[in-house]
């Protein structure tokens, strides 16, 4: 898998293998930096249309877009 920036805070997650559907499930975690005091800044699956290849990624402070120092995800898909 591959990771691509495609702006500040906005991130798509290339999968190495191809999805069998377009029924799966995203969970993300991350972190932005230790300058971040009050922990506001986190990151979410980016409403995008499904595809079998990728998943889009937010970091966000609030209402802000925001450059995660660190990001990761699970992707659970069905099999059919």
Sequence with gaps: AS??????G???V???TATAGV???VNVGGYYSTSDS??????FPRRTALTTTQCGLLGASGENLTD???MWC???ADAN
């Design 14 to 16: 290339n999968y190495s």
């Design 74 to 76: 699970h992707v659970i």
């Design 23 to 25: 029924n799966y499930s």
């Design 3 to 8: 990771i691509t920036d495609s702006g500040t």
């Design 10 to 12: 906005k991130y798509f």
């Design 68 to 70: 995660m120092e660190a």
């Design 38 to 43: 009050a922990g506001s800044t986190r990151p």
